[in-house]
């Protein structure tokens, strides 16, 4: 067993959508890291491309700004994409977004933004990116990594509902995704983060001292523990493991 090139990346392409901050940047920085070419995608303009600058110190990194939380622009970024590459290797539907409202005064538009964006955008922008994919899918197989979150698994006591059952279907979905998709090679998969410092997460971000006295680990999440899930899941490590959510979150979930 030949295990020195088990976790490696090289010569694989991988887009990551909100890619510019938090847990999309880490995965991008260690996808990077292990020698793939590593597209990132975000909303604002000016932050993706600041991000990509940054990260290709570490490796070839591009910016490709674009809007996901509709199927137009979903459509849009594959094709921005597919100005640089003819197929993709790894695919991580990272882009979420979170609202919180009591529940007599949450709000539709709050429900819809975040469903859109945590549920609908990582099925329709994986069905556009597929024939990419399955291209990619030659002497390896091509990978989908959703990125869930342990409030799909567990309640936490923030009235934050859109998110929470917009990230259970995600795990759902990706259990469902992951039978379809097999048979063309393109293992899919998911991460259910718990406490990383982000701009999503803002209590652990700000207040991380008083966040780790709720996780068994003792701390909050590093950018090596998100990078180090990301890599084994897309390398070829991981690749029998199909439709399944790997928690990382220091043990909270089975505290809570």
């Not at 070839?60 to 509709?70: E, I, K």
């Not at 936490?156 to 469902?176: C, D, V, W």
């Not at 983060?193 to 996780?215: L, Q, T, Y």
């Amino acid at each position: 067993m030949d295990t020195t090139q088990l976790f490696s990346l090289k010569g694989r392409t991988a887009l990551i959508t909100g890619g510019s901050r938090g847990i999309g940047r880490m995965i991008a920085e260690g996808f990077l890291a292990q020698g793939a070419r590593v597209y990132i995608s975000a909303r604002k303009a000016a932050a993706c491309d600041q991000t990509a600058k940054e990260l290709s110190a570490f490796g070839h990194c591009v910016s490709l700004p674009a809007d996901v939380s509709t199927v137009e622009g979903a459509q849009a970024l594959v094709a921005a994409y597919a100005k640089h590459e003819n197929s993709l290797d790894i695919l991580v539907n990272n882009a979420g977004a979170a609202w919180g409202a009591p529940y007599e005064e949450f709000p539709e538009s709050g429900w819809d933004k975040v469903v859109d964006l945590n549920l609908k955008t990582p099925f329709f922008l994986t069905q556009a990116l597929t024939p990419m994919l399955k291209k990619a899918a030659t002497d390896h197989l091509s990978k989908v990594i959703n990125i869930a979150s342990i409030d799909g698994i567990s309640v936490n006591p923030q009235e934050t509902y859109s998110y929470a059952a917009s990230k259970a279907g995600l795990i759902q979905l990706t259990r469902r995704m992951a039978l379809r998709l097999a048979q063309d090679r393109i293992v899919v998969s998911a991460i259910a983060p718990g406490a990383f410092a982000s701009d999503m997460n803002k209590d652990a971000r700000d207040h991380g001292d008083e966040v780790k006295g709720r996780i068994p680990a003792g701390r909050i999440g590093t950018p090596e523990d998100m990078a180090g899930a990301a890599i084994y899941l897309a390398s070829r490590a991981g690749d029998y493991v199909m439709g399944s959510t790997l928690v990382v979150d220091g043990g909270v979930t089975h505290a809570r």
